[in-house]
């Protein structure tokens, strides 16, 4: 059972009008609370969700330049964004 006392609550909150900046930023703290996740796990913790987040981290490291994006564009060089068609149903 959990007490008030050791529960945690994580909240993340972005500001910006810029969607590639948030998504950045929360790709970011994703990657950086996956990371706590797995690094406070049993080494043999094989659970679903250990899988998902061993997964999710690697995807996630495999894309730096994308999680960077707010130093990129502040340094003037932002990654142009790719044409991106509309979902029509």
């Known amino acids: 059972m959990t007490t008030p006392e050791s529960t945690k ?10 969607l590639r900046k948030a998504i950045a930023q929360l790709g970011s703290n994703l ?3 996956l990371e706590q996740s797995l690094m406070t796990a049993d080494e043999e913790d094989e659970s679903d969700f250990g899988r998902f987040a061993r997964e999710t981290l690697n995807v996630l490291a495999s ?6 994006y707010d130093a990129d564009a502040e340094s003037g060089d932002p990654e ?3 044409d991106i068609e509309p979902f029509v149903d």
């Open 63 to 68: 894309h730096p330049e994308q999680l960077s």
């Open 31 to 33: 990657y950086d609370l």
């Open 80 to 82: 142009p964004a790719e």
């Open 9 to 18: 609550e994580y909240v993340i909150s972005i500001s910006t009008s810029d």
